[in-house]
């Protein structure tokens, strides 16, 4: 599907503290808070860690971490994983299962940079707590991740998502899903210039630079969808961090 990049409205929701280890002193990274509207909002730091800070934890993980490219099942066929991944954490947490596939889950203590990583995120995001992490890795542009929601229950029905970037900068969309109400009467019903300002209102994009961290909170899951699309243009690596809190007893959410 065709998706047009969009100037992404933010409101600069003050300074924030970015977590560098080494360079406290340059610590006024701006974040950009997009309300997506009930209940759901981005949070978006460009600078969250220093760029050299960044390049050590990228050539860390892309010599260190165990990748695979597990095959997975989707809309019923199986497929190659379009891009390597890793599952980090804590222990005694139910099983994560996506899309037909059991990842391994290794520990914080088994890459300890990680622990450094997750550390930093946690001082960024007061009150946050994260004990999983999912790593992927983008081999050049062909390797993406399609339209998704991370919703799976044992996420519950809120979560913080926070997602780190290391080298090669890619895009990252965001799209509202269709709404339960009748849409195609609605749209009969509305002149055309209000149906493009919803509807760009219903879509967003963001660069994802290295060293950047996006955080999806509230209803994001529930009412959106993102995606990271192919540019087969680009050849270099990326590396995305996806910290994200399992609950130990979804059942008792529902
Ligand atoms: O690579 C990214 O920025 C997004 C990855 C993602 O959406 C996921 O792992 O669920
Ligand atoms: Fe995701």
């Known amino acids: 599907m065709s998706l047009r990049k969009l100037k992404v409205s933010v ?3 003050g300074e924030a503290t970015n977590p560098s280890p080494n360079n406290e002193s340059e610590n006024k990274a701006k974040r950009q808070t997009v309300v997506l509207g009930n209940g759901s909002e981005v949070v978006f730091i460009p600078r969250f860690v220093s760029f050299d800070q960044a390049w050590t934890w990228f050539d860390y993980l892309h010599t260190h971490i165990p990748w695979t490219r597990p095959t997975i099942r989707v809309f019923g066929r ?4 379009p891009r390597d991944t890793c599952y980090v954490a804590s222990p005694g947490l139910p ?12 520990s914080w ?13 946690h001082k960024a995001l007061p009150g946050s707590s ?29 979560p913080e998502i926070a997602s ?9 969309f965001l799209k509202k899903k269709p709404s339960k ?12 210039s209000k149906r493009l300002k919803r509807n760009h209102a219903d879509q967003h994009s963001f660069t994802l630079k290295h060293g950047s961290l996006l955080v999806m909170r509230g209803y994001t899951q529930r009412d959106w969808m993102h995606s990271v699309p192919k540019r087969t ?8 961090l996806t910290f994200r809190w399992v609950l130990q007893d979804p059942g008792a959410m529902s």
């Open 181 to 192: 109400t009748c849409q195609e009467s609605r749209d009969d019903q509305e002149p055309k």
């Open 95 to 106: 099983q994560l299962v996506y899309s037909g596939y059991q990842p391994h889950a290794y």
């Open 233 to 240: 243009k680009v050849e270099a690596t990326r590396i995305n």
């Open 130 to 158: 994260f004990n999983s992490l999912i790593l992927n890795r983008y081999k050049g542009g062909h390797d993406h991740v399609g339209w998704h929601s991370d919703d799976e229950k044992l996420y519950g029905s809120t």
């Open 164 to 172: 780190l970037s290391l080298g090669c900068e890619r895009e990252f």
């Open 78 to 81: 199986s497929c190659l994983q």
């Open 11 to 13: 409101t600069v929701g």
């Open 109 to 121: 203590d088994d890459h300890p940079p990680l622990k450094q990583i997750l550390e930093a995120v």
